[in-house]
């Protein structure tokens, strides 16, 4: 699907959603990323060509967009979430001294057997997290 704001309004249609415009920004913005931002950086790009928009409603979209299944939040080392516009399965990378991360595509992972005594009725996405040190940083 491309980008152009009809494709978007349409997907966060399909999401349940209204397709607002600062929710087509937000997903636009996100998608044309492949830096995993967070709030923060998503709000610094787009608050000059909206500037009613504030922290609070980029947050709250992002969250909205993770519940629905439009967009993945990456829970880094940090306390701040980061997220991910590419809601495809995939695994992630996360370096451990400048919190960079990595999509990690085509990894799979065995198939994990659940031992009994866990309360554990059904398991909805196997994201695999990798903390270590980039090349950058090594």
Do not use: W
Not at 64 to 84: E, M, S, Y
């Amino acid at each position: 699907m491309e980008n152009t704001n009809t494709d978007l309004a349409v997907q966060i249609r399909i999401a349940g959603l209204k397709p607002t415009a600062q929710r087509i920004a937000i997903l636009k913005e996100l998608l044309s990323r492949t830096d995993h931002p967070g709030a923060d950086m998503v709000y610094k790009k787009l608050k000059s060509d909206y500037p009613s928009l504030s922290m609070n409603t980029i947050y709250l979209n992002l969250e909205t967009f993770v519940r629905h299944g439009v967009i993945q939040r990456i829970n880094n080392l940090t306390n701040l979430g980061r997220f991910d516009g590419n809601s495809a399965p995939h695994h992630h990378f996360i370096c451990v001294k400048c919190k960079k991360i990595i999509d990690l595509h085509g990894v799979s992972l065995p198939d994990v057997e659940i031992p009994e005594g866990f309360d554990i009725a059904n398991i909805f996405t196997d994201q695999m997290q990798l903390n270590g040190v980039c090349l950058e940083c090594n």
